[in-house]
């Protein structure tokens, strides 16, 4: 059985949250380490990488940045844009120290605890304002595990290998 599971060319670094005033300007959530470095990286693309599109930040928004896209002139323009994700071509960005992963790389790796047993796979990975969460799939389970992301929970990340290896916080799985 082949692994189908590729390394993704291109890395999500935000998204857009609709119109900010009636000009054209957009509403962008970035997922940037430092938010506003995600115009570096201009021109983003579109998921598939089918479109392209110049984005300029005007100024820091509640949550975000206004910004405006190129091509964009009206607040209706601006609003069918709403929840397009931004994505910018791996070798773009920045390498990363070992202790740091882009979350795109972390997505779809097998979990396994300390005794190798299988635990599941990553599904998601999520920030909500405490520090990382991997979201974990158990097999045969319906239901998700949230697996803090920290050196103690996740001693081990092998990319190469594809797999994580955890030491859950007793009773969690």
Request: net charge negative.
């Amino acid at each position: 059985m082949s692994n189908s599971q590729t390394t993704p060319e291109l890395i999500c670094l935000g998204a857009l949250a609709g119109s900010f005033g009636v000009r054209g300007e957009v509403r962008l959530k970035s997922f940037c380490a430092e938010p506003a470095a995600i115009a570096e990286y201009t021109p983003l693309s579109n998921e598939d990488g089918s479109t392209t599109y110049s984005l300029t930040l005007t100024r820091p928004i509640k949550n975000g940045f206004a910004a405006r896209i190129g091509g964009v002139e009206t607040k209706e323009e601006a609003d069918a844009l709403k929840g397009l994700r931004l994505y910018a071509p791996r070798d773009r960005l920045p390498a990363l120290p070992d202790d740091e992963f882009y979350h795109a790389d972390l997505i779809g790796l097998e979990v396994v605890d300390t005794g190798g047993t299988l635990l599941g796979r990553v599904r998601a990975v999520m920030d909500h304002g405490a520090g990382d969460l991997l979201e974990i799939a158990a097999p045969g389970q319906s239901s998700t595990v949230l697996l803090p992301f920290t050196r103690e929970a996740v001693p081990t990340v092998d990319l190469d290998a594809g797999r994580i290896v955890a030491d859950p916080p007793e009773g969690l799985f």
